[in-house]
T-cell receptor, first 111, second 114 residues
């Protein structure tokens, strides 16, 4: 099965700085890579996703990059704000409908 | 309006007493999932349905069962809950669309085992 690794497990940044979270996956059949933000006690919320035929995608302050050859993808948050503080999960999915999550990154944005 | 609804939000059961968690959806999605999420951990896929086809993850304990009587409803049955089964249980739905398979999560049911 798929194995998704995520780093770092915790990340603290000053407000206004950038945050980068990295994930690697093992199954070359994976072709869809969503990122979720989960606030304490709440459901995971999809914040951005990327398909395997795209190398980069941006949505305002959030961007995701994908390197299929190296099997890694990254989340970039620029101009961080305190409300960005949460746990972020990457995930990988193939046509089999299963989703496999990374271990999560707890992001703290310090005002 | 809530699209994936989980009931109850909080469930307390006794050690060994069967418990059922429910999930319903108004999206008419083909796929429904059950995840287990323990504190400070990632959601762990237990199983999923594609329509009526049941797909069990290899490491899902036999203690966990699921039923999907129709497109809208899916149930998680825990036959003999142990203390280690205390967790948040998340239901999700998806429909493959343009080579993407966006998941929609319910708010979760937090299960306590006494």
């Amino acid at each position: 099965g798929e194995n998704v690794e995520q780093h770092p497990s915790t990340l603290s940044v000053q407000e206004g700085d950038s945050a980068v979270i990295k994930c690697t996956y093992s199954d070359s059949a994976s072709n869809y890579f969503p990122w979720y933000k989960q606030e304490l006690g709440k459901r995971p919320q999809l914040i951005i996703d990327i398909r395997s035929n795209v190398g980069e995608k941006k949505d305002q302050r959030i961007a995701v990059t994908l390197n299929k050859t190296a099997k890694h993808f990254s989340l970039h948050i620029t101009e961080t704000q305190p409300e960005d503080s949460a746990v972020y999960f990457c995930a990988a999915s193939s046509t089999g409908n299963q989703f496999y999550f990374g271990t999560g990154t707890s992001l703290t944005v310090i005002p | 309006d809530a699209m994936v609804i989980q009931n109850p939000r909080y469930q307390v059961t006794q050690f060994g007493k069967p418990v059922t968690l429910s999930c319903s959806q108004t999206l008419n999605h083909n796929v429904m999932y059950w995840y287990q999420q323990k504190s400070s951990q990632a959601p762990k896929l237990l199983f999923h349905y594609y329509d009526k086809d049941f797909n069990n993850e290899a490491d899902t304990p036999d203690n966990f069962q699921s039923r999907r009587p129709n497109t809208s409803f899916c149930f998680l049955d825990i036959r003999s809950p142990g203390l280690g089964d205390a967790a948040m249980y998340l239901c999700a739905t998806s429909v493959p669309l343009f080579a993407k398979n966006i998941q929609y999560f319910g708010a979760g049911t937090r299960l306590s085992v006494l």
